[in-house]
T-cell receptor, first 113, second 114 residues
């Protein structure tokens, strides 16, 4: 069965600093990978997705993620964080058919002004 | 596009009462998912449907929980009888089941059982 690990529960960065959120997955075949963001009191919003092809994918709000098969990783990055990026971020993997997603436990991002 | 619609947004009920949560997926989507989110357990998949048929209900915690999808534009999640430990935010999501389809989430229903 597939699984997702987000090793960082909380991360704090200063506004304007760069950001990298880690995600490691376990899946036997080529996975479909996703990053979602959840603002307080809101549902989850898709930031970006990887299905195949170029391993560096661009998303909304200036985010990007890189798929590294050798490391089973799909880390999320942003070169300059804005205060409005403070939220919880979830990595997810789809495998086994039926569009069933397995989510990581999430990383809570705090942005210091 | 109105997105995934959930109602009610907030529900407060007493232990032992029946609770019904409702979801309208995005038009044209043929997969629908119910999730529960709590601080302790994070985001859990309860059940999902493809073409209105339940495919995997292994996440449904117990017999008190039931879900239906009578047609492509409506689903319900029912808890009967409700218990305080059912307090959580319940999300509905939909997608187009072509393989790898991203899920679109509703705003959630915050359930409080006293």
């Amino acid at each position: 069965a597939q699984s997702v690990t987000q090793p960082d529960i909380h991360i704090t960065v200063s506004e304007g600093a760069s950001l990298e959120l880690r995600c490691n997955y376990s899946y036997g075949a080529t996975p479909y990978l996703f990053w979602y963001v959840q603002s307080p009191g809101q549902g989850l919003q898709l930031l970006l997705k990887y299905f195949s092809g170029d391993t560096l994918v661009q998303g909304i709000k200036g985010f990007e993620a890189e798929f590294k098969r050798s490391q089973s990783s799909f880390n999320l990055r942003k070169p300059s964080v804005h205060w409005s990026d403070a939220a919880e971020y979830f990595c997810a993997v789809e495998g086994g058919g039926g569009n069933k997603l397995t989510f990581g436990t999430g990383t809570q991002l705090k942005v210091e002004l | 596009d109105a997105g995934v619609i959930q109602s009610p947004r907030h529900e407060v009920t007493e232990m032992g009462q029946e609770v019904t949560l409702r979801c309208k997926p995005i038009s044209g989507h043929n997969s629908l998912f119910w999730y529960r989110q709590t601080m302790m357990r994070g985001l859990e998949l309860l059940i999902y449907f493809n073409n209105n048929v339940p495919i995997d209900d292994s996440g449904m915690p117990e017999d008190r929980f039931s879900a239906k999808m009578p047609n492509a534009s409506f689903s319900t999640l029912k808890i009967q009888p409700s218990e305080p430990r059912d307090s959580a935010v319940y999300f509905c999501a939909s997608s187009y089941a072509s393989g790898g389809g991203e899920q679109y989430f509703g705003p959630g229903t915050r359930l409080t059982v006293t």
